[in-house]
């Protein structure tokens, strides 16, 4: 067995998306319009998706067959997919651009390393837009090492009206990504200001 160390990607190239004939037409829509994105190409099968310099960073596939798992919480697969913004003035304003456009977050938190929005496409899939609350990732580890972390690792809901206008204020962005400490939180529904737990949803 070779002593050199295992090969590494050097970038996410792109990920697929399945959904049904019924459901293509809006989640392409849906997709160009969260990711201010633009078709490479589209036909009767597939549609291929670029946003910035790579030739296709998502594809959609009408597949007749795809089923759509209801219990999304308890699936087991892929959980997210999480995009960075450079800045929280950038999150405001796509969140404003989202809003216009019919879509809100289902879930504005703080984790402590970034701060993130949640969405779900028509299929359930979520998708998270995050910036990152600190200037290298050593210190965004550093931070995950602490007890705060420890007895928190999920994160505090954002108020996202308060939360806009204090980006919008002009207010120093590294005062409005210190997260709030507020003790354990060991579950994305628990002190949670969005959800429910799922049994009581």
Not at 71 to 99: C, M, P, V, W
Request: hydrophobic residues 40%; without cysteine; aromatic residues 10%.
């Amino acid at each position: 067995m070779t002593s050199a160390k295992l090969i590494s990607p050097s970038s996410i190239g792109h990920f697929g998306i399945r959904t049904p004939p019924e459901k293509f037409d809006s989640m392409v829509r849906w997709h160009l319009d969260f990711f201010g994105g633009r078709i490479v190409l589209q036909n009767d099968k597939a549609a291929f998706i670029a946003f910035d310099h790579e030739h296709h960073r998502l594809v959609i596939v009408k597949d007749p067959g795809h089923g759509v798992v209801t219990e999304k919480h308890a699936a087991r697969g892929i959980y997210h997919i999480a995009f960075t913004l450079d800045s929280l003035a950038s999150l405001a304003e796509k969140y404003e651009q989202n809003r216009a456009l019919g879509m809100l977050p289902s879930w504005p938190v703080n984790h402590g390393m970034s701060t993130s929005m949640y969405y779900h496409d028509p299929d359930g899939n979520e998708f998270e837009l995050q910036v990152d609350n600190f200037d290298t990732a050593d210190q965004a580890v550093a931070f995950m090492m602490t007890e705060e972390y420890a007895q928190n690792p999920i994160g505090v809901d954002i108020d996202v009206d308060e939360w806009l206008n204090r980006v919008k204020s002009g207010e120093d962005e590294a005062a409005i990504k210190k997260r709030p400490v507020i003790g354990q939180r060991l579950s994305r529904w628990e002190n949670s200001i969005y959800f429910k737990a799922p049994e009581d949803a």
